[in-house]
């Protein structure tokens, strides 16, 4: 009897692990999705009101949730300080410091930076252009995950269920 209600535990475990896998992939995608909607509340602004970035951000940071609101904040902050450091480097500190919990990807948060480089520029036509660049990647990377998402949600359960009978098995 112990047996059985040990087996039976196990096997909900493991599933249960990989449901959790599958929701962490569903979390991760909506990150991104959230990323996007600030990159184009922020690319909006720009193009539409010609405000300086500072007070960009802080007109988006009203419109976001946590912790893309203190990021926003945060680097307005630094921004009118008026520090002798970079646009660039602002950005992307803001990213790591910030956005960390996010726990993204290493090429995410390369392609975030290096929309960073974009950023601050004098010339608002390229810099528009450059932005766009940088959403239609971050596009791509979107479209790449959703593609994957069924299946891999579908594999994590499938080893879930796998691995928990393959755990009884062994200890029984």
């Keep these: 009897m112990y047996r059985l209600i040990g087996g039976v535990l196990i096997v909900m475990s493991t599933t249960g692990a990989g449901f959790l896998y599958g929701r962490e992939l569903q979390r991760y995608l909506e990150n991104l999705l959230e990323i996007r909607e600030i990159l184009y509340l922020i690319k909006g602004e720009m193009e539409y009101s010609g405000m300086p970035l500072g007070e960009i951000f802080v007109r988006t940071a009203r419109k976001v949730k946590e912790p893309y609101r203190t990021w926003l904040r945060a680097m307005h902050r630094r921004m009118s300080r008026r520090e002798d ?88």
Excluded at 89 to 94: A, H, L, S, T
Excluded at 114 to 128: F, P, T
């Design 85 to 172: 450091v970079s646009f660039r480097k602002i950005w992307n500190d803001g990213i790591d410091t910030y956005l960390e919990e996010l726990h993204l990807k290493k090429k995410h948060v390369i392609l975030l930076k290096e929309l960073g480089m974009s950023l601050g520029q004098n010339d608002r036509k390229s810099e528009g252009k450059h932005f766009q660049l940088h959403l239609d990647r971050l596009e791509q990377e979107i479209e790449i995950m959703r593609e994957e998402l069924a299946s891999k949600k579908r594999i994590g359960n499938c080893l879930g269920v796998m691995s928990g009978i393959f755990l009884v098995i062994i200890l029984s």
